[in-house]
């Protein structure tokens, strides 16, 4: 059975009539991009990281192979220019961006992302502090202790590390850290912003703006590119479907019941993948020549892409590790940094 639901076809019949006008009324503005400068500043906006066309690219075996955009190297970039942007701010104000971690439990990964995103700080020179709760803690012990952060003047951003004990309200948990201090961009407000055409969130959650970084980098114009992205978390699927629409991206969104998920990736010129599990994207998922920016599979170091096969089919690819990940990092950093100069309206 077929269904279509033909909800917003009077503005597509105007804006077919009334074209140029009406068409610019309904996209909404990019929330990245290579030219607006107030969120690319830091960052060059060049793409020569990756200008060696894919074509020039081959293995031993004389087979084409894609570009392997890296992350290490980007990440690199975007912290000394945040490293500068800290050490103008402390001299000129005197004051030094803060971080408030909340890390609730006993998970390896987790405490050993909270080490990477902590040294990543010490690097560029933002404070960090972290507020480490056992596992049986209560909802009320975590909401105090990101209601401190909120309290504390010299914090400018706060993160929860996820996911959290099971026995507590993630939801609710995330509702408690103020919308200005919200560097994960998970809060109810700055999300919904993220999807409103016309709406500016304070801040974008850290892998997808990783993704766009990197595809930006690569010189990919995304207006009415097709972009499959798998999987529907709220750190990485959902608020990567939404920039990649604000870029104007055609987006399909992969999911556990998606059937013959292969069907649409292979048509897609961009495959986001955020599943968990290593290796679900086969070569034969992917189109010849598309570009895929994935995120690793959690604390696992394998790809949920199939690296081998992969590259052989792609223009482009990311790695597991020294991928997405950093830029992640640096994202989170940048997204601290911008906090802390909103918060003093320093420029
Ligand atoms: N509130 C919250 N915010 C997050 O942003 C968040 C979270 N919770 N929970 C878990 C996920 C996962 N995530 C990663 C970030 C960087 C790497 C990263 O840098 N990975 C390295 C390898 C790391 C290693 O060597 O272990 C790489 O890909 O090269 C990985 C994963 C952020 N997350």
């Known amino acids: 059975m077929r269904i279509a639901l033909a909800v917003g076809w009077w503005r597509i019949a105007r804006a077919k009539i009334a074209h140029t006008k009406f068409v610019r009324n309904l996209i909404c503005r990019p929330l990245l991009s290579v030219d607006s400068p107030d969120i690319w500043k830091i960052n060059p906006g060049s793409s020569s990281h990756f200008s060696s066309h894919p074509s020039s690219n081959f293995s031993a075996s004389n087979e084409k192979i894609g570009v392997v955009l890296d992350g290490k190297l980007i990440a690199n970039d975007l912290k000394s220019r945040i490293a500068g942007e800290v050490n103008e701010m402390k001299k000129a104000i005197g004051k030094t961006p803060g971080l408030g971690i909340v890390l609730v439990g006993e998970r390896r990964d987790s405490h050993t992302f909270i080490r990477t995103k902590v040294k990543a700080c010490n690097e560029v020179g933002i404070v960090s502090v972290v507020a480490e709760l056992p596992n049986n803690s209560k909802e009320g012990d975590i909401c105090d202790a990101v209601s401190r952060f909120n309290d504390n003047p010299s914090v400018h951003g706060i993160i929860v590390q996820l996911p959290l004990p099971k026995h507590l309200d993630e939801e609710k948990i995330m509702n408690v850290v103020s919308v200005e201090k919200d560097v994960d961009g998970f809060h109810p407000l700055n999300m919904g912003n993220l ?144 906090s802390a100069k909103r918060c003093y309206d320093f420029t």
């Open 195 to 338: 999807a409103i055409a016309g709406r500016e969130p304070l801040f974008i959650p850290c892998a997808p703006k990783a993704c766009l970084e990197l595809l930006l980098r690569y010189g990919m114009d995304l207006r009415g590119k097709k972009a499959a992205v798998v999987g529907r978390s709220k750190i990485v699927g959902l608020p990567t479907s939404l920039l990649l629409q604000r870029h104007q991206a055609t987006v399909s969104l992969v999911h556990a019941f998606t059937g013959n998920p292969e069907k649409v990736t292979c048509q897609a010129d961009i495959v986001v993948s955020d599943v968990g599990t290593p290796n679900t994207i086969r070569g034969h998922w992917l189109k010849p020549g598309a570009v895929d920016p994935k995120r690793s599979s959690g604390y696992r170091l394998v790809g949920d892409v199939c690296y081998d096969e992969a590259i052989k089919k792609v223009a482009a690819i990311t790695p597991v590790p020294g991928g997405v990940g950093p830029v992640t990092i640096a994202m989170l950093l940048s997204n601290t940094l911008d």
